[in-house]
T-cell receptor
């Protein structure tokens, strides 16, 4: 998988937008950007994914730069329950099967 | 919303014992995975499974590990003779398709403690 770089931690005030950056400068044209989060020791939770275009769902928005070398996950109104480790993963299809490699992620601390 | 379920949530076993961790993937999913996370470390890929056979495994997944889909709903991970270093959270995941645009959905894990 293409390597991703994320800041180890970020703070965000409750109710404000949380913008989590990710660099994936070695991404190739067929690789998707995925975002997951892990709250405490629970299983990784799928948030969103995209290839080229910006994406939005009920949880978050994903902004991918035109050159696809970086992306930003946006939580529009962060709550205390959004405190978690957020993983940016770039996934390549190997043979016919795919898997994720998790990095260290960004620990988002949402503060009252 | 359908989810991946894992049992038990916590398993304590003695070194050298066999354990079986159980998972019920989302019902129409076809690809299955096991990951593990040692306390304070990254989530690591163990094995992927499709069409009743292992498709890929990591170097962690040695001869002590095996996976099985004994029926149409369960997916199990067996550790034949547990070691202290097998203590970790074990996560099962499933996905509908094998292509790049199909997200993996994870269960909430089984915490395995080997004493």
């Amino acid at each position: 998988d293409a390597k991703t770089t994320q800041p180890p931690s970020m703070d965000c005030a409750e109710g404000r937008a949380a913008n989590l950056p990710c660099n994936h400068s070695t991404i190739s044209g067929n690789e998707y950007v995925y975002w997951y989060r892990q709250i405490h020791s629970q299983g990784p939770q799928y948030i969103i994914h995209g290839l080229k275009n910006n994406e939005t769902n009920e949880m978050a928005s994903l902004i991918i730069t035109e050159d696809r070398k970086s992306s930003t996950l946006i939580l529009p109104h962060a709550t205390l329950r959004d405190t978690a480790v957020y993983y940016c993963i770039v996934r390549v299809l190997l043979y016919n099967f795919n898997k994720f490699y998790f990095g260290s992620g960004t620990k988002l601390n949402v503060k009252p | 919303e359908p989810e991946v379920t894992q049992t038990p949530s916590h398993q304590v076993t003695q070194m050298g014992q066999e354990v079986i961790l159980r998972c019920v993937p989302i019902s129409n999913h076809l690809y299955f995975y096991w990951y593990r996370q040692i306390l304070g470390q990254k989530v690591e890929f163990l094995v992927s499974f499709y069409n009743n056979e292992i498709s890929e495994k990591s170097e962690i997944f040695d001869d002590q590990f095996s996976v099985e889909r004994p029926d149409g709903s369960n997916f199990t991970l067996k550790i034949r003779s547990t070691k202290l270093e097998d203590s970790a959270m074990y996560f099962c995941a499933s996905t509908l398709r094998g292509d790049r645009a199909s997200p993996l959905h994870f269960g909430n894990g089984t915490r395995l403690t080997v004493t």
